[in-house]
């Protein structure tokens, strides 16, 4: 069974940073793509980044803040949060998705989802 976990949200201070990590377990991820998207209240969820064998893709919102890297041989997929600001405040999601060719920015397409760790960022 596949299970994806996030980790590392928490509380800071605009202009800060936080890094988030998400591990996978129960199947081999290589070929998977793994994304990351956010969802504050009120609001639907919205892609923040995801990398494949190809590259990375962010949103425009958070070019030149944020950097996602994977490690393949911990089954792992980070996301470094710079520069912060308080609409950056959401509940964050890690998600995998087992087609390669997949658009990577479409949530419909991703098949598992970890349950989300909360960011919060004070102005």
């Known amino acids: 069974q596949v299970q994806l976990q996030e980790s590392g949200g928490g509380l800071v201070q605009a202009g800060g940073s936080l890094g988030l990590s998400c591990v996978a377990s129960g199947s081999t991820f290589n070929t998977y793509v793994m994304g990351w998207f956010r969802q504050a209240p009120g609001k639907e969820r919205e892609f923040v980044a995801a990398i494949k064998w190809s590259g990375e893709i962010y949103s425009d919102f958070v070019k030149g803040r944020f950097t996602i890297s994977r490690d393949f041989a911990k089954n792992m997929v980070y996301l470094q949060m710079n520069s912060l600001k308080p609409e950056d405040t959401a509940v964050y999601y890690c998600?995998?998705?087992?087609?390669?060719?997949?658009?990577?920015?479409?949530?419909?397409?991703?098949?598992?989802w970890g349950q989300g760790t909360q960011v919060t960022v004070s102005s």
């Open positions: 998600a995998a998705d087992r087609n390669p060719l997949a658009t990577m920015t479409r949530a419909s397409e991703y098949d598992y």
